[in-house]
């Protein structure tokens, strides 16, 4: 039986083209992917790099990424592993960026490069381009005499028992009108121009391959750098993007690893139009493109000791070393892919814990098996691991707030409707700082709005929890408190409001001083009405915390209720209002209105956007 992680079901029968990453096990006893690797009970199916998913009783496909991006999602898997890594052994909350090992590792030209660009410089590849060696091949054919220069082996013989070829038979012999003939011609098809056609194909992969990765790289930084001199971002959302962005570069080490990128790229350019040129000029042109190399490379004399052929054997070995370092078996994907899987999960969860900072930065975080605990405005709140899944809970009525399923796939996929966010891998660099999806959200190092694109969520899943119960009556209230709230002074009338039901009820409006607050509440504790203290408690609790802005952190705002059990909230130090709503469908929102120096946008705003687009 499979457990569909998207939906929350279990199915027997799973369909013929599966998502990698989205089925997990749990039967009794072992699934076998493709005849290599067991899938034990509790572990995920993923991929083994090939398209074919053969199980012990089924067959099915996978579902596979664009080709054309496979060096987009190395990159991304790296960065990925690298993060997954680092977090098993520092248990401090770091960056979620793109790490700086990641980028040092691409921004250098590799050995193999370095080779290359001695030799283009040198001229040897071009050398062989246009003074290729080459071999003698002789033919025999039957031809007109005036075509014939020299007679083949046999020649008389053949025109003796041939009288078709005779021309006329005279006196003094035959006179020939056809002759067999032996013909050179020159062969370029020797197994070292095969070498060298064949090394100018997988010299260009390499290139281009490696051109994709160092532009990626360097689009994230220039992205971060133009980011710093934004002038339309909200200048705190700026702070908060540029301090995680600086915890991996800071602007000067953006600007100078920016600047070896840009040699990096004018380097790896120049030596593939090189190889380009060759390929579409000279000795390249006349080998058969089918022609292959097989196995390991035979070194001839021609490859040892030509001044210029035996470089061909020293790129070919290096390349070929630099392929086998990266080329892994079925079974050793299959493991590597659950690997990526497992650091992905981390990687989400980490995204999660920057964007709950602002509920428990200033509490003491408990972390006992991947979990962490905080309050907030009087609640106990709960981020937990389940399997691949984060779920934040609320402790004291143990409901789940927010549950958010990691899945490390790189295809277009409609998400079905769900209670859950799905966080899934992006490779998509022109990545729209926006909030589009209802229930998915791409989670990436390339992206500087990771965090608040996942806050934005947070924010309106933790703002019911203020919303919900505000002017809620407090009900079942003893006699005493509402004796003692008769003769208190008229400043607490506004702050609760007493309701002319029977009995009567209590309605916390605004904010309650904490000495009154303490003798209503012990009051309440000697009636025995426990359950009304505690909801007494939260009440205020949450109006304290609404009484602080999100934006500029400021705290004492003064809350104004108004009619219907709404409210408003105007932050003189950043001028930012908040208005308590009620929509068509009579559903609670708490609008967010940042000061109008800047757009109202995502980009502009983050997870202080108010609106989606």
Do not use: N
């Given at each position: 039986m499979w457990f569909d992680r998207f939906t929350n079901t279990k199915c027997f029968d799973l369909p013929m083209q599966i998502d990698s990453g989205r089925y997990v096990w749990e039967g009794k006893h072992a699934e076998c992917l493709n005849g290599h690797s067991d899938i034990y009970p509790g572990e995920i199916l993923v991929s083994d790099g090939s398209e074919r998913c053969s199980l012990n009783q089924t067959n099915h496909q996978f579902l596979m990424p664009d080709k054309n991006r496979q060096q987009d999602i190395s990159l991304f898997e790296n960065a990925i592993a690298t993060i997954g890594r680092q977090l098993e052994h520092d248990s401090k909350l770091m960056s979620p960026m793109l790490p700086s090992a990641v980028v040092d590792a691409d921004s250098h030209l590799l050995p193999l490069e370095k080779k290359l660009q001695i030799i283009l410089e040198k001229g040897h590849l071009h050398q062989i381009s246009h003074r290729p060696r080459l071999d003698i091949r002789y033919e025999e054919e039957i031809t007109?005499?005036?075509?014939?220069?020299?007679?083949?082996?046999?020649?008389?013989?053949?025109?003796?028992?041939?009288?078709?070829?005779?021309?006329r038979q005279t006196l003094s012999g035959v006179v020939p009108k056809k002759v067999k003939a032996r013909f050179s011609e020159d062969d370029f098809h020797i197994y070292e121009n095969r070498v060298y056609a064949r090394l100018l194909d997988k010299l260009d992969t390499h290139l281009t391959q490696r051109i994709r990765t160092v532009e990626q790289l360097n689009d994230t930084l220039?992205?971060?750098l133009r980011f710093y001199d934004n002038r339309d971002i909200h200048h705190r959302l700026s702070y908060k993007v540029c301090d995680l962005w600086g915890q991996t570069f800071d602007e000067e080490a953006t600007l100078e690893t920016l600047t070896?990128?840009?040699e990096t790229l004018t380097t790896l350019r120049a030596m593939h139009h090189s190889i380009c040129n060759l390929k579409q000029s000279g000795l390249y042109l006349l080998i058969n493109r089918n022609t292959q190399i097989g196995g390991a490379l035979h070194r001839t004399n021609i490859l040892n000791h030509d001044a210029h052929y035996r470089y061909l054997s020293i790129l070919w070995e290096m390349l070929s070393k630099n392929q086998q370092r990266l080329k892994s078996s079925p079974a050793e994907q299959f493991v590597r892919n659950q690997e990526l899987s497992e650091y992905y999960c981390r990687y989400v969860g980490l995204h999660f814990q920057h964007a709950l900072k602002p509920y428990s930065a200033e509490v003491e975080c408990k972390y006992e098996s991947q979990e962490k605990v905080f309050v907030w405005a009087g609640r106990e709140f709960k981020l937990t691991r389940e399997g691949f899944d984060w779920?934040?809970?609320e402790n004291r009525e143990q409901v789940d707030v927010l549950?958010?399923?990691?899945?490390?796939?790189?295809h277009d996929h409609n998400y079905e409707k769900s209670n859950s966010l799905i966080a899934f891998s992006s490779i998509d660099q022109e990545l729209k700082p926006s909030i589009d999806r209802d229930n998915a959200?791409?989670?990436s190092p390339?992206?500087?709005?990771?965090v608040e694109r996942l806050g934005w969520f947070v924010d309106r899943t933790m703002t019911q929890f203020l919303v919900a119960n505000y002017g809620e009556p407090i009900q079942k209230l003893p006699q005493e408190l509402l004796d003692f709230l008769s003769a208190s002074n008229s400043k607490h009338k506004k702050s609760l409001k007493l309701t002319g039901d029977i009995p009567p009820s209590l309605c916390v409006l605004e904010d309650v001083s904490n000495d009154f607050s303490s003798a209503l509440i012990k009051l309440l504790r000697e009636n025995n009405a426990h359950e009304q203290a505690d909801s007494l408690i939260l009440r205020i609790e949450e109006i304290k915390v609404l009484q602080q802005c999100p934006v500029c952190d400021s705290r004492n705002i003064p809350l104004k209720s108004q009619a219907n059990s709404t409210f408003s909230l105007h932050c003189d130090s950043c001028r930012t209002n908040r208005y308590l709503i009620k929509n068509r469908l009579?559903?609670?929102?708490?609008?967010l209105k940042v000061n109008n120096e800047v757009s109202d946008s995502f980009s502009s705003l983050g997870r202080w956007f108010s609106g989606s687009n």
């Open positions: 007109d005499v005036a075509r014939a220069k020299r007679l083949a082996k046999g020649a008389l013989v053949h025109l003796a028992s041939h009288s078709e070829c005779w021309q220039d992205k971060a070896l990128l840009e779920t934040l809970v549950r958010i399923k990691t899945w490390l796939g790189f959200i791409p989670l390339m992206d500087l709005y990771g009579g559903e609670r929102d708490l609008l």
